[in-house]
């Protein structure tokens, strides 16, 4: 018979869960893409820790993990009937300057998993094969840790993830995992796209470049299918920048540099950068403001 340790009282269990609430935004965010979505699911996690107090098992990190993980499969079907029905294209929500961090026991070895570019990538998965990708293959479980989550033999998961790897690979985006050239490129952007011309921009544009642009339908004149070819995405920036006075300032927008837009005292836009090599090969602009409130502006 396990043994199981002596019930914890309030506060101690509470600091204990505090510990983790890092790792399982993070885990509720790759899965869910709005941290208002995944901050709710961390939190449900807790109550359900209070309720199973006597029945605590021994690490409570990973059955924390597995309950953040299930609350967010439930919620992956709702999720997508309502994204159905959203008005143009729907990104994530940006995480902007410090993002929740794991802890140095996470095994967190896809640092690209948190882009806005994958986090769109992992929308086109089913459910079950999200939840089973993300924990597998960015956060390290097992697969009987995977197959206790997803509710489906090891078998199954295996296939999951064999599923999600292929369409992953498939349509990953090419980046340079060098966060000084990813700097230098979105600065360049931002002097072409501010300070200079069409072919200024066209020339740190990569010829294929695709611009996905997310108002919610609460924006108006915000694209509603994605802008692709470096001469359309160039033609288009330089017009909504000669429309409207907007400030860009450089920070860091899901793990990479990126630029945060302001105007008339407020946060307009955030947007997200894929680099390869030199040129920028995908840009995802937020605009929609409920997905804003969280940006501090400067």
């Given at each position: 018979m396990q043994s199981r340790r002596a019930d914890p009282g309030p506060a101690d269990?509470?600091?204990e869960f505090e510990r983790y609430r890092p790792h399982l935004t993070e885990v509720a965010y790759r899965m869910l893409g709005t941290l208002t979505d995944a901050e709710?699911?961390?939190?449900?996690?807790?109550?359900?820790?209070?309720?199973?107090r006597r029945s605590e098992p021994r690490d409570v990190r990973a059955w924390l993990t597995t309950v953040v993980a299930r609350i967010c499969?439930?919620?992956?079907?709702?999720?997508?009937a309502r994204r159905e029905s959203y008005v143009g294209q729907w990104l994530p929500e940006p995480l902007v300057g410090a993002s929740p961090a794991p802890g140095p026991e996470d095994r967190v070895t896809l640092d690209e998993s948190v882009s806005m570019a994958v986090?769109?990538?992992?929308e086109s998965l089913s459910p079950a094969e999200r939840t089973a990708f993300?924990?597998?293959?960015?956060f390290g479980l097992s697969y009987p840790e995977?197959?206790?989550?997803?509710?489906?033999?090891?078998?199954?998961c295996r296939q999951l993830v064999a599923r999600a790897r292929g369409h992953v690979r498939a349509r990953a985006p090419r980046f340079t995992p060098d966060q000084g050239q990813h700097a230098d490129a979105v600065e360049a952007f931002a002097q072409a796209c501010f300070h200079g011309g069409v072919e200024d921009l066209v020339r740190v544009l990569d010829p294929k470049v695709v611009l996905r642009s997310d108002?919610?339908?609460?924006?108006?004149?915000?694209?509603?299918?994605?802008v692709t070819g470096a001469l359309n995405v160039a033609r288009l920036l330089l017009?909504?920048?000669?429309?409207?006075?907007?400030t860009p300032r450089p920070s860091t927008v899901n793990g990479s540099p990126g630029l945060v837009f302001e105007a008339g005292g407020a946060v307009v836009g955030v947007m997200g950068f894929t680099v390869a090599g030199t040129l920028i090969t995908e840009l995802d602009l937020v605009v929609n403001p409920d997905k804003l409130r969280r940006v501090r502006h400067n």
């Open positions: 269990l509470a600091r709710d699911a961390v939190q449900e996690a807790y109550l359900r820790l209070t309720r199973a499969l439930d919620e992956l079907g709702s999720a997508r986090l769109v990538l992992l993300v924990l597998r293959d960015v995977v197959a206790r989550t997803v509710g489906r033999s090891e078998a199954a108002g919610g339908g609460l924006v108006p004149g915000v694209a509603r299918r994605p017009g909504v920048t000669a429309r409207r006075a907007v």
